[in-house]
């Protein structure tokens, strides 16, 4: 097994390959899809004063004038806040424009299909604790995922409350939104702020990590949104602040037996 692990965009990445490659080639490959998280983190990130996100939120550069990796976050962002009834909106609160609630994910799904693409099949990437699942994983524990105690994960009672097991499903997905890491830093169209952790499991990463966000912003009504569309392609499991924990339908399906 190898292992890989750089920081990027303010959070830790750890890839877990399955693969008989030299170390050397699958570092050189690694690196590799480091750059392209990289490139997202220059082009999106609001605390670079010299990124293009800062730049167009500042006026210094016309959208018109945006790339195309720009214009096409920006259309992604407008549609997943008509689709999630507003409760996912990256101009929220009447502050800036902020994408960064998509661009982790899809960089991460872009890095995962530059490896793809190289003929690396069986691996993981572990993004900031959203986590990508290949689909051709051999080793049955790279299909285990825990989800967060609620602690960070510098703590040092980090663990996980519950063990899903993903290998007999279609599910290649994990992604948790809440307060642990970062506190307060979603903005919440539930004025109680009744979600303090949620974990949507599903097919897609991007879609994923999406719900888990418009449903720590939206509360019960984000909930009832989500298991009215989700079918069979994703479940949830949402933590509140008096400490109840809730499934969507079919959650138990993912839960790893022992």
Not at 121 to 143: H, Q, W
Not at 196 to 223: C, E, K, N
Request: hydrophobic share 40%.
């Amino acid at each position: 097994m190898y292992s890989y692990r750089a920081e990027c965009m303010g959070t830790g990445f750890i890839f877990q390959i399955e693969d008989e490659s030299e170390p050397e080639k699958l570092e050189a490959l690694c690196d590799s899809a480091l750059e392209v998280l990289e490139d997202a983190n220059q082009r999106f990130s609001l605390y670079l004063e010299d990124s293009e996100i800062s730049k167009l939120n500042r006026g210094d550069l016309d959208w018109g004038l945006a790339s195309y990796q720009q214009r096409h976050i920006l259309e992604q962002a407008e549609s997943w806040r008509e689709a999630t009834s507003g409760y996912f909106d990256a101009k929220s609160g009447g502050s800036e424009y902020d994408p960064s609630g998509i661009v982790k994910a899809w960089a991460t799904q872009n890095a995962a299909d530059f490896l793809l693409a190289n003929g690396v099949r069986s691996f993981t990437i572990n993004a900031g604790g959203d986590v990508y699942l290949s689909t051709e994983l051999k080793d049955p524990g790279l299909n285990r995922v825990g989800l967060s105690n609620l602690r960070s994960v510098a703590s040092e009672d980090a663990g996980a409350n519950l063990l899903l097991d993903l290998s007999s499903s279609s599910f290649r997905a994990v992604a948790t939104s809440g307060i642990s890491e970062r506190g307060e830093h979603i903005w919440r169209r539930d004025e109680a702020a009744e979600f303090i952790q949620v974990s949507v499991i599903g097919v897609d990463l991007l879609v994923s990590d999406i719900w888990a966000t418009a449903i720590v912003s939206g509360g019960r009504p984000a909930w009832e949104l989500f298991c009215a569309k989700a079918d069979s392609k994703m479940v949830a499991l949402a933590t509140t602040r008096q400490g109840e924990i809730m499934s969507s339908p079919g959650f138990v399906s993912v839960l790893a037996s022992f």
